[in-house]
């Protein structure tokens, strides 16, 4: 008998959500099939790629960085190089300056940094907090307003300050609210759920369910990502059809394989050569487990994973 | 399988405000039932509008734009004697939430219905029963395979046949009831689905004592595989446990508010 292909469609679809502003708008999420399964159903929305800088400053030790960046050291000089990377969709910055633990920085001084960005570049902008989850609610709600009309993803409203930030960056001022737990599908279901009832829409949120470094406990996180696929597509969940943003960056630059110089560890070769590999094999896995945009900082990871989903899609 | 569905049964002309506006054609009784329902969780709403001998057709049409239109086209299901009527309902239906419902088939009298539903692409509740009550659980699989046939000749998905068991009244035949439980797990391992009046089973019962008897029938029948019951959405530990149920049986994925979606 002959074989008969029965295209797995669902019923069901990732919610569109839009970034940013004008025509340089991305639009993530849409597709009722699995990853990377365009043979299924067309994917109109191919993942997106974002490259992250921070607002405490580059990594110049590493040859690539320094070439790539040159003699760029402001944040809004920083910005305009990285939004030429090729293959970058988006901008994301991180406010690793907030941190009450090291510099402190305040609210407003953030969201000056933030304005001064924005007015810089014209890409679709990603906010990433400095993981104090108080802090990071007052960061965001200045920052959310200095952003207003910019369209911004405000990265992430946590089990413990998601009323205060969707209630500011969200219904206040308008932004696109990352909703984040960490690699737990219930809570993750829950967070959308107590957002959703706060009266802010779901259309308006995108999700950060968690990653980890290749090596570090990633099969939990593929686990974690079939199941919200597979709960938002085959269950026709709404509570998990939100498209999934997952920043990479702020996991991998901080294993032990891209921390140890080649001082330490000479026999794992260049550091900046990890750095890169960690970056895009995790963000790959994250990818074909079904995230719709992943966030990473080396310019080089960008191009890859770019040239990936362009080769793929 | 999927996440139970339930099909809100308060619409219907037993209920003499339900009847007194569909007579009327008063539409905020029927609106406010309707809301009631779809807020506790309803899917499909059940539409009774009895016999109607002689407005039938315009009736359920009346009815079906008027709460498709309020309700963000919400799923229905058909229930009357009159087969114009259904006929005529489903022509005006909206599918963007899902097929019509016909309510409903038996293997006898009613057999009919199966080519209605047929015809008009919609889903047909099959009752496993001929004349009277069937004695056992060959007649009832006897019917269920008539039933079945018969649809299947005339094009229909087996998915689209909802087999009722028929739940039967605890006080009087409370000898019956595993019988009844048995025969949705056959249903269930044929692959197919079911549905059926669940409160039936308490019926006569004192008013507080029914919603605790439905909630252990609907678990139980959940359990041998029921797929969907026309319940009283407004009856929440009935609702609460019909959610509880999808929790365990891996159909929802949990979160702590599971009882407010």
């Known amino acids: ?313 | 399988m999927a996440k139970f569905v339930t099909i809100g049964e308060r619409l219907s002309t037993t209920a003499p405000a339900v009847n007194k506006a569909f007579s009327a054609r008063d539409p905020e009784p029927i609106l406010k039932r309707a809301k009631e329902q779809l807020d506790a969780g309803a899917v499909y709403l059940d539409v009774n509008i009895g016999p109607a001998e002689t407005d039938g057709p315009e009736l359920m049409q009346w009815v079906v734009k008027l709460l498709q239109g309020e309700f963000n086209n919400v799923p229905l299901a058909l229930d009357t004697s009159n087969m114009k009527a259904i006929e005529a309902g489903i022509a005006v239906y909206n599918r963007d939430k899902g097929k019509p419902i016909v309510n409903s088939a038996d293997a006898s009298g009613r057999i009919e219905y199966i080519n209605l539903a047929a015809a008009n692409d919609a889903i047909c509740i099959a009752l496993c029963n001929g004349e009277g009550i069937a004695a056992d659980n060959d007649e009832r699989m006897g019917y269920l395979q008539v039933m079945l046939e018969r649809g299947l000749e005339l094009g229909m998905e087996p998915e689209d046949l909802w087999f009722d068991p028929l739940f039967l009244v605890i006080k009087g035949m409370q000898d019956k009831q595993l019988d009844v439980l048995n025969f949705i797990k056959d249903i269930s391992d044929q692959g197919l689905n079911s549905t059926g009046g669940l409160s039936n089973n308490s019926n006569g019962m004192p008013k507080h004592v029914r919603p605790i008897m439905d909630s252990a029938m609907v678990a139980m029948a959940m359990m041998q595989g029921l797929t969907s019951a026309i319940v009283n959405p407004c009856d929440l530990r009935l609702m609460e446990t019909i959610k509880s149920c999808d929790i365990i049986k891996n159909e929802t994925l949990f979160a702590d508010s599971y009882l407010e979606m």
């Open chain 1, 1 to 313: 008998m002959a074989f008969k292909r029965v295209p797995q469609k669902f019923n069901a679809s990732i919610n569109k959500v839009v970034v940013g502003t004008g025509d340089k708008t991305i639009t993530l999420g849409g597709e009722n099939v699995l990853p990377f399964y365009t043979f299924d159903a067309p994917i109109e929305n191919k993942p997106k790629v974002g490259i992250m800088i921070s607002d405490t400053g580059l990594d110049k030790t590493l040859p690539g960085i320094a070439a790539f960046y040159g003699d760029a050291e402001s944040l809004v000089d920083v910005a305009k190089k990285a939004v030429t990377a090729e293959g970058a969709d988006f901008l994301a910055i991180q406010l690793a300056s907030a941190n009450p633990d090291e510099q402190d920085a305040s609210p407003e001084d953030c969201a000056a940094a933030c304005k001064a960005v924005a007015d810089a570049v014209d890409m679709p902008i990603a906010v990433i907090g400095c993981g104090n989850r108080d802090k990071d609610a007052k960061v965001f709600d200045k920052v959310a307003e200095a952003l207003s009309g910019k369209n911004v993803m405000i990265l992430s409203a946590r089990e413990e300050n998601y009323k205060n930030v969707v209630a500011s960056a969200g219904l206040a001022y308008g932004q696109k609210i990352g909703a984040e737990s960490a690699v737990d599908i219930n809570l993750a279901k829950q967070l959308n759920t107590v957002i959703t009832q706060m009266g802010f829409s779901g259309e308006n949120v995108v999700m950060n369910v968690g990653t980890a470094a290749a090596g570090y406990g990633y099969e939990y996180v593929a686990s974690t990502l079939d199941r919200i696929t597979a709960a938002a597509l085959g269950q026709n969940d709404t509570q998990l059809q939100m498209p999934i943003v997952t920043p990479v960056a702020t996991e991998t630059w901080n294993v032990k394989e891209c921390i140890a110089t080649e001082e330490e560890a000479p026999d794992w070769g260049s550091r900046e050569q990890r750095v890169i590999d960690m970056e895009v094999i995790t963000a790959t896995a994250d990818l074909a487990a079904g995230s719709n945009a992943v966030i990473v900082k080396h310019p080089a990871s960008v191009a890859v994973l770019s040239k990936l989903v362009n080769e793929l899609i």
